[in-house]
């Protein structure tokens, strides 16, 4: 079964929003900001294989180097500690950015065909939506429309290319605007 990209980038997102603190600790030179950082890699990690993707091992790797990090003998070492701390953060966003960036693109072209389809969707007047009846249902059945109809079964094709069966229904359930039905 494909991976939901929806789920991807919506998880990825919530990372990416911790890091605003890491950094704020880090500049208030908190002594638990490399604690911090450590349990945000380890999460990361922990949800990327939640996920099922290889860029896990990529935080797993940041947090050894964080663990195994032997400071200089003539430096200040808390001040080495957080440094180093500080470079594997920014290393380790840009990683999951790149990620992220990667499963968005994705989900951007695929949102875009979506549109278009509802916009040809729109043209036909094949559907009118009744409050009564299930909305995922109803979205359902204007997909399984797009797929079997012998013109739009390349543009769903395409789709289907970039993101799974599900995440077209949340995207059409997002995009939709049943008043031009």
């Known amino acids: 079964m494909r991976k939901s990209i929806t789920k991807i980038t919506s998880n990825i997102k919530k990372q990416l929003s911790g890091i605003h603190n890491l950094v704020n600790q880090l500049e208030k030179k ?12 380890l999460n990361t990690e922990k ?9 896990s091992s990529k935080f797993s790797v940041k947090r050894g180097e964080l663990t195994a990090f032997i400071p200089s003998t003539n430096g200040n070492k808390k001040k080495e500690y957080a440094h180093l701390a500080a470079t594997i953060l920014t290393q380790a966003q840009q990683d999951l950015w790149e990620t992220f960036s990667a499963y968005s693109t ?9 549109n278009q389809l509802l916009g040809v969707i729109y043209q036909t007047k094949e559907f009118k939506y009744d409050t009564n009846e ?8 204007v997909w399984s429309f797009c797929s079997n109809h012998e013109q739009l079964k390349g ?4 789709i289907l ?12 359930a997002e995009k939709i605007d049943l008043e031009n039905l």
């Open 155 to 158: 543009i769903t094709a395409q």
């Open 106 to 114: 994705k989900l951007e072209n695929a949102s875009t065909l979506i």
């Open 161 to 172: 290319s970039l993101i799974n069966r599900s995440d077209v229904i949340i995207i059409m």
């Open 134 to 141: 299930n909305f995922t249902i109803f979205l359902n059945e």
């Open 47 to 55: 949800m990327l294989q939640e996920l099922n993707l290889p860029e």
């Open 30 to 41: 908190s002594s638990q900001s490399i604690r911090s950082i450590n349990d945000w890699l």
